[in-house]
């Protein structure tokens, strides 16, 4: 039973490690956690991989859990990647959104949605972490400045019809 459990965690640990691109046996480094008599003392055994090996290593506790170490650069580069994602995937659904909208200068209402969003983080309690709506964001912004989107209804009360009815 002991090696069956330690197997499902090697498959397990073979698994991650081909979602995370490391698929070469010789640069994955495992570790095992080992209890020791004193409670506040534990040590880590090298199972396989090397010292010297690529991040991330692989780290499996006295429950049997799998760990991953990397260092503080790498998490450091992981959190910046996150926050840039984060960032990026606000701006194309911002700009997804104001197309939606039919804007006569996306530039313009781009720049008044922005104002409105730094207005937000200043009045909001964590700056850092402001919500925001930008259905709901958009549809105030066409409110208070209609002029910077098409005006359909406005279009359609100039339709061909109406053209081909004056009187010359």
Known sequence: ????????????????????GIDDESIKTILEVEITDNPDIKSLILKSGSWEAKEPWFVIDEKKKIHALISIDTLTKMVENLKTLGQENFELKLEKTIWKHLPVDFGDVWVVAMDEIKNMAKTSQNAQAVKVDIEKLIANIKKKHPSLFVDLKGLYNIAPHNILHQEN
């Open 1 to 20: 039973m002991e090696n069956e459990n330690k197997i499902a965690i090697y498959d397990e640990i073979d698994k991650i490690s081909k979602k995370t």
